[in-house]
């Protein structure tokens, strides 16, 4: 998600994970879910235009379990009213 595609769209906090963990606190989950919301409505823009070994369906299916498993870490840190790494 460190594209320079994805970065070019506006993503601040997703591109981060291409070199290491996100630390997200509570005050962050907005932006989060303003970044998961901006990689979702670009997914077929953004499978087709990153290398990877698998076919653009294949990278678009596997970027949207991805954006939907943050989604739910960030639910959990709203929850908990702490903090998540995501991974």
Do not use: F, K, N, Y
């Amino acid at each position: 998600m460190g594209s320079d595609l994805v970065c070019a769209l506006g993503a601040r906090l997703l591109p981060v994970l291409a070199e290491r963990d996100l630390e997200v606190e509570r005050e962050q989950v907005p932006d989060l879910w303003r970044e998961v919301a901006l990689l979702r409505s670009q997914l077929d823009r953004i499978a087709a235009g990153t290398d990877h070994p698998r076919s653009p369906a294949e990278h678009r299916s596997q970027l949207e379990v991805r954006l939907r498993v943050i989604e739910e870490s960030a639910r959990e840190v709203l929850q908990s009213g702490g903090g998540a790494v995501i991974w």
